[in-house]
Structure formats: C-alpha cells, structure tokens
C-alpha cells in the first residue's frame, strides 16, 4: 500500500472513529486489502452538486464521518452567507439503506452549529424538499439520495434558498469551505438537538396543495375519472404522494405494482432503480398489459424523474424516452392553457441544450419564448429567478426523464410530472385518441425528432486524460462532416464561442462555462459531447429529423431515423 494511503488509514485507526469503523478496516486489512485501498486512495469529491458514492468505511466513501465533515464545511458557508441572521435548513431522504441515518448525522451537525433544522420525519421526495426550502423560508437545505445509483450508493444533494442546487459562486465557495474540514474532530456533531424540528404531514399538505393547483383542464379530469393508471415507485419515496396527489387531482382508478410498493434501499426487483432503464419499468409494463390500463408511470428512488408506458396503434405497450415525455408535457401545457383562455403574452419555458429541439419548435407556434440552458436543473432554477419579474414560468424540462412544472419548486419533480401526464392522458381521451396519437400529430406538425445517446467509459488511471484529449481534437480540429453532411456549427460551451465553420463567422454563447461541444450538421442533425466532471465518462446526445407525411409513415421513418443515428455513432468512431 502507498505510504499516504496507509496513513489515511492509520488515522482512522487512531483518530476519533468509532469501534465498528476500525473493527471494519481491519478486518478489509486481512480480508481485502484492495478494497482498503480503493476506500481511503482519495477523499471522496464534495462536487458542485454534493457527493455521491458507495456506502462504506473510509475517505473514499459515503459514511458518518464523510458526510459529517462535508456538513460542517457547508454549515460554514451558510453561516458566513448570512451573517447576523438565524439560519434555516430542511432535511430530507429517501428509501436508500443508511439515508435516514445519514439525514440524522447532517441534521446533528448543523443543530450544533446554532442552524435550526426542519428534518422530515420519514423518507420523503426530494421535490418535496425544494418546496419546503421555498415555503418554509429557508436558506439551504440537503437530501440524502443516489437518485437512481445502484443499491451500493448513496449521496448528498445540497441546495440554497431559492430551492435549487448549489450554483456559482455557491457551489465553488461550499466545496472550498468542505476541503478546509481537515479531520473529523472540527465536526461539531451534537449538542444542538433543540435546534431540530420533526416535519411531516403538514407539508405534504401545502405541497399536494400546490401540485393539485397545476391542473389545468380539472373538468375533464372529472369525466375521465376511471383512467385506468398502474403507478410505481420502483421502491422509493413517490409511494409517500404520488398515489394521494392523483386522489386529490381526481383519479381513482390507480393501480400500484404491489411487488415495487414498500420502500427497500436493496431494490429487491430491479438491477437499477431507474425508471430510463426497460428492465426496472417491466413488471408495470406487464400489469399495465394484463388489465388493459391507459397509462403506466414510474418514478426512480427519490421520486424526481419519471418514465412513461403508452400503447402504440398497435396496441403494444411501448417506453417513451424522455425526449418524447418531455415534448407531450411541453406542447400539452402550452396547448391546454391557449384553449382555456389563460396563456399570456410573457410566458416561457425552459429547456437544456440537450434536450429535443422538437421543443423549441413547439414553443415557436405558441408565441412562447423557450429559453435553452446547461444540463441540470439548478440552471433552469437559475433562470427563473433571473425572469420572474418580467416573465411567467410554465415548465421546464430535460431529456433525462425530468420535468418542472410551476414555479413553487426549483427541482425536477416526478410527483406533479406524474399528475400532469394524467390528465393529458384524460384530455386525448376525452376525445377518443391516446397520448401515442398526439405524438404521432406532432411529429407531422413539427417535423419527427429522432434523439439517443451513448455514453463511453474510459476506464483505468489514463481515462480522464484520454476524454480530455478526445474533447481537445474536437475543439481545435473539428471534423468538416460526419455522416456525409457537412458541419455548417460548431458550439464551444468550454470557450463560450460559437462559429459557422462555413463562413468563419463568430459570435458569443451567454451562457456559463461548461465542457460541452455541438456539432450542426446541414442536414439538421445535432451531435452533443459532454464529459462526466467526476467520473472517466464521455456522454454523446444525438438528435436527427426529417419531415413525417402522415401517422400511416411513423414505423419507416423511425427506421430511417435509426439507421441515420447508427451511421453517425459509426462514422464518429464512437462504437
């Protein structure tokens, strides 16, 4: 073992940590010796949106000694951020094994820094927990969650007082707070316990509330009240309210997938808990098909993203991406609130730069600006705070299966996006149709958008160094075409710098710095590189599209649409 590396250990062997952490150690010393090392080789990373990483003993590990330390260094921060004022803080988790323990631990430190603290009672979902900061008044607030990690992980989402995750200069500035917590014995770990205040009930109200106030078309809920609904949590926290916001929006015809119901951090029925992967949605797919349902809904862990099951016009039973959810939910909002009379002229919506520009199209008809922003919903958050003054936040979206409607809340929210894919569902009904007929008129509407993405794993000591010198030969020699269409765009977020590559012609991305590249092809096809900040991973977003004649054509052009994503993925050497 690596002589710093052994002396990490030795200090958790002799420093203050409790019996069962060094029995622990020392029996990975006899037994593992390489799983030693891999827990104390580095500090686990306070990111820019917390930490995330498997539970364990050691630096390198999600345990009370690191999640204490990155505690106190963001109690630190809230405490110089608002000098001379009594800090506030609401605390929440999911069904992940050891997040309760790991929300007492952060509800601890921070009472014994003099923060009071609103600690949910019970697992709660993580759009919850954004709403409360909001309606509470608070300045900050942590979730305990891996979101929808494998069952060996969990993590530490932080956030600040408008209800969204840490942004510059907040981000920056907590994490070089946490990197000051040099040893556990700086963390105050109790004392303060009269600053802790038990919530529950009471905020699940106002925030059912809230959501139940996102209805636009109740009425029609009304007629269509038997819409058939099979719902799961996959294990997780949507269990707590998705079922009672569909009550109280008006469905009562939900069935959940009893096998996925009770809140398990192991995950007993799924390899991921994450309903973008086929597999974890199965066993709604197959309830949904046995008693004929309208819709199938599932929600990951801590209940902020959502996937979808619809029938084709076949009949068959098909996953939309979240792509194609997030183009329903938008052309829905915007569609519904024109019919009902209560559009306005300073409405907007938001999207990512990754998601579908089938959306920006969409916003295009309604007169409606769509603003487009970086990956994460801290910058949709950021952006309305920027605009609710002057303009009318209605939904924002990414294509990972997140969408957020209202302005009450600062996070994705599968809860409300739950409800709101109802009741459109209920409004196709209503007249006859389903939710894949209204995909399908928008694609001939607007064109058919074809999206996929891969993502590619450098393993190894060397992988962070070859992603970055694969972005590098991108940046400074873009190809001229790939796929046999020339590249007329290149998009330089890490440069903030756009240019025709055709004409030379440059102009300014007023958008914060972030290591992302575009490729604009003349054929209309978008290629998107996005490095992983943490991990030895590459992600690239492909969107294609092409005009779709009629519904009767949708099978050939998917087809065609396909083969064109897999020709680029090939000619780009990607595979």
């Not at 330390?69 to 094994?97: C, E, W």
Request: glycine content about 8%; some cysteine; hydrophobic content about 35%.
């Amino acid at each position: 073992m690596e002589p710093a590396i052994q002396e990490k250990v030795n200090e958790w062997l002799n420093g203050n940590y409790d019996q069962e952490t060094k029995n622990e150690i020392e029996k990975m010393q006899k037994e593992n010796p390489g799983e030693l090392t891999e827990s104390f080789y580095k500090n686990l990373e306070f990111g820019t949106g917390g930490l995330r990483g498997i539970m364990g003993v050691g630096t390198n590990r999600m345990n009370k000694y690191t999640v204490g330390m990155a505690t106190q260094g963001y109690a630190n921060y809230l405490k110089q951020s608002f000098p001379g004022k009594t800090v506030k803080v609401a605390i929440a988790h999911d069904s992940r094994n050891n997040s309760r323990f790991f929300a007492e631990t952060v509800a601890k430190v921070f009472a014994a820094n003099g923060i009071r603290v609103f600690l949910f009672q019970s697992l709660r979902p993580t759009p919850e927990l954004s709403f409360t900061i909001r309606h509470l008044g608070c300045q900050g607030g942590v979730v305990c969650t891996a979101s929808h990690n494998p069952k060996e992980y969990n993590g530490y989402k932080a956030y600040w007082n408008d209800g969204g995750q840490l942004i510059p200069p907040h981000d920056k500035n907590v994490i070089t707070e946490v990197d000051k917590i040099a040893s556990v014995d700086e963390v105050k770990w109790g004392g303060g316990e009269s600053n802790i205040t038990m919530i529950g009930k009471e905020l699940d109200d106002a925030y059912i509330s809230m959501v139940s106030g996102l209805s636009v078309y109740p009425e029609i809920i009304e007629k269509q009240h038997n819409l058939c609904i099979v719902y799961t949590p996959i294990h997780g926290t949507g269990i707590k309210l998705v079922p009672q916001v569909l009550q109280r929006f008006g469905f009562n015809n939900v069935h959940v997938v009893d096998e996925q119901a009770e809140p398990d951090g192991n995950f007993p029925t799924v390899v991921y808990p994450n309903p973008e992967e086929s597999e974890a949605m199965s066993i709604g797919l197959k309830k949904a098909a046995d008693i004929d349902a309208d819709i199938l809904l599932g929600t990951d862990p801590d209940a902020d993203r959502v996937g979808i099951g619809i029938k084709d016009k076949k009949g068959k039973w098909v996953l939309m991406n979240g792509n194609q959810t997030a183009v329903l939910a938008f052309n829905y909002m915007l569609e519904a609130r024109k019919t009902k009379g209560i559009a306005q002229a300073n409405d907007m919506v938001v999207k990512t730069i990754v998601t579908s520009d089938m959306i920006d199209e969409v916003a295009k008809k309604y007169n409606v600006t769509c603003y487009n922003v970086l990956t994460g919903f801290k910058w949709i958050a950021e952006l309305i705070k920027e605009k609710e003054s002057t303009e009318e936040y209605i939904i924002g979206g990414e294509e990972s299966y997140g969408l957020m409607i209202g302005s009450k809340l600062r996070d994705k929210d599968a809860v409300s996006a739950v409800a709101m894919l109802c009741e459109m569902a209920a409004y196709e009904k209503n007249k006859g149709r389903t939710l894949f007929d209204k995909l399908l008129d928008l694609y001939v509407q607007f064109g058919f958008y074809k999206e996929s993405l891969i993502s590619i794993t450098k393993k190894g000591m060397n992988g962070q160094k070859e992603i970055a010198d694969m972005m590098e030969t991108y940046r400074s020699n873009p190809p001229k075409t790939i796929n046999n269409s020339q590249v007329v765009q290149l998009l330089d977020y890490e440069l903030r710098k756009g240019k025709n590559l055709q004409t030379g012609e440059s102009w300014d991305i007023a958008l914060p710095q972030s290591n992302v590249l575009q490729f604009i092809l003349e054929d209309g096809s978008k290629i998107s590189a996005r490095p992983s900040g943490t991990e030895p991973k590459i992600k690239f977003y492909f969107s294609v599209n092409t005009k779709l004649a009629n519904a009767s054509d949708y099978e050939k052009t998917k087809s065609d649409l396909d083969a064109r994503i897999e020709a680029i993925i090939k000619d780009m050497k990607l595979k």
